[in-house]
């Protein structure tokens, strides 16, 4: 077994459950966030962070039954089945229980609070968030649902072949499975029920057209191309349900032709082309708008491309507990089955995983990062073409060829190439993390590498690339005052005054370009404190001059 946390199975210490610490309240608040999720396990007599039962730990089953009444006292709509005991192979003994998904009401603790499962954390639920939980519930169960009574010989019988010859060919997939009949093949994708009958995830998968067009709200996708007056110019729709999702997703990628359009940059002595959008973003963007769709409410997914940018909009809003300002690392599925079915056939990397690829293929030709709107009926994705950065593009690419690094390192090393500089706060920021101090892990061995190098501290701290590092590079790299020291902008400012005269902070701005105005505003408050100039007027109106030398 897997001994780490995560969206479907949590771990408890065995004082959780007995002895003077035991708090059974909130082990009932996890068992409440399973059964409103997806369900789920939990494990009881695992201490935290390790990975095994303590070798002379015992179990009595009455500890077991009693725990599992206990919490059946605490809650309210949460389906527990009965304890199993089971020994470890270094002799200790740990107990295991499951928790059902509650597919038709709202799951609460017997005091009427209400959480949900997301990634490995139990999450509160409440006010507004009360009313999307309700109609996520249909949504997490329209997978395994079976409306039509269509049994598997009335299914396709060429997709139910295709179907099983991908899964035995998948490299993602374990021999255990690859060595089932083709029926528990079916059944272990939940693709039919045990007696026979194609579920509604079956029915995308294998059904023929006319058993697709009559679910309640089948797979459809509207592709539309808009000229710069935002006129629609050309427009393609799948409404027939001729596909499955991955053939689908191959004739979106055939007709999509204006996102395969490039642009000509030369690099030195010779031209590259660079596409308006990185392969394999629009991919991932295809496939999570597929994935992540409501199928419970009515509505297309829509693929708008404007000469500029490109927005994915799918059906639903983002998943209870996922926000534009976390995505990047939490974790909540709506389809885990469908998603389970895409991962194995190896057309996305799986759960939370997307958009870590988006942000890396997006940083690494310097192109800005997604912008996610969400609302309770749709979630659209926008990505802008872009002006590529030619000089940092190919700082980047100098990098990749002589260092080996993470996908968080080049993420990081992109965002910092693409400011030139940017403070830590910044940088937390368009990283999603909630604290600075987390920006270590995405750090790794840049500045152990001499790749990125600082200036400030704490707060004031800023990253910028290294320029010893390409002093050998033979890089053309042009100049910039963005970069520029503190005490050298101190003494540019004074020379542009004392040629100048009196001038106002936005006049010097003006004129010292590629400097932030920041910095410039940072730089007069110390120069003035230093006795260097001399403030006049008020705020609004204040300009600045040289002080007189005594």
Known sequence: ????????????????????????????????????????????????????????????????????????????????????????????????????PSTRTIATTSTGKVFIRV????VPVSGEELTNLAAEKSAFQWELVSVGRVTLEDADINQVTYFVEQIQNSKFVSDFIKEKSNEEIL?????????????????IWLGKANQRARLSYPLTVQYIVYNNLEEKIRKKDWHFHLHNPKELLVEIEKEAIELNYSTEISSGLFRKQLRNYPKEVIRELLI??????????????????????????????????????????ERHRRNPHLIQTLHDLGLMEGEGSGYDLIYEKLVREIKPLPIIESSINKTSVTV???????????????????????????????????????????????????????????????????????????KGTEYLLNPA??????????????????????????????????????????????????????????????????????????????????
């Not at 059944?187 to 029915?203: A, K």
Request: some cysteine; charged content about 25%.
């Open 1 to 100: 077994m897997d001994f780490s946390e995560s969206s479907n199975i949590d771990f408890k210490s065995l004082k959780k459950v007995i002895g003077p610490r035991s708090d059974l309240k909130s082990l009932a608040e996890t068992c409440v966030s399973f059964a409103n999720a997806q369900g789920g396990a939990i494990i009881v007599g695992i201490e935290d962070r390790k990975s095994e039962p303590p070798r002379n730990q015992k179990i009595e089953q009455e500890v077991a039954n009693k725990t599992i009444s206990r919490l059946r006292d605490l809650t309210d709509s949460v389906g527990l089945l009965n304890p199993e005991i089971i020994v470890h192979e270094n002799g200790g003994e740990y107990f295991k229980f499951v928790i059902h």
């Open 119 to 122: 990634t490995d954390n139990c």
């Open 187 to 203: 059944e272990f994708y939940q693709l039919i029920t045990p007696d026979g009958f194609l579920t509604n995830l079956g029915i």
């Open 288 to 329: 999570n708008a597929i994935a992540h769709k409501r199928y419970t409410i009515s509505g297309d997914i829509f693929i708008e491309v404007y000469p500029d940018r490109m927005v994915i909009t799918n059906p639903g809003g983002l998943p209870l507990g996922i926000t534009a300002d976390n995505i990047l690392h």
């Open 384 to 458: 802008y073409s872009g002006v590529v950065d030619k000089e940092a593009l190919e700082i980047l690419e100098y990098i990749s060829q002589h260092f080996k690094l993470s996908q968080k390192e080049y993420i990081l090393l992109g965002l910092v190439a693409s400011d030139k500089k940017i403070l830590s706060t910044q940088l937390s920021y368009k990283l999603q993390l909630a604290t600075e101090d987390r920006l270590r892990s995405w750090l790794g061995s840049l500045l152990d590498k001499s790749i990125l190098t600082t200036r400030g501290i704490k």
């Open 469 to 550: 590092l390409f002093s050998q590079s033979k890089l053309n790299i042009v100049p910039t005052l963005k970069t520029i020291d503190k005490e050298q902008l101190k003494h540019l400012i004074i020379e542009y005054l004392k040629y100048n005269g009196e001038r106002s902070k936005q006049e010097i701005h003006k004129h010292i370009k590629d400097v932030e105005l920041s910095d410039i505003q940072k730089c007069l408050y110390a120069l003035t404190k230093e006795g260097s100039l001399l403030p006049l007027g008020g705020r609004k109106n204040r300009t600045y001059k040289l002080a007189k030398k005594k």
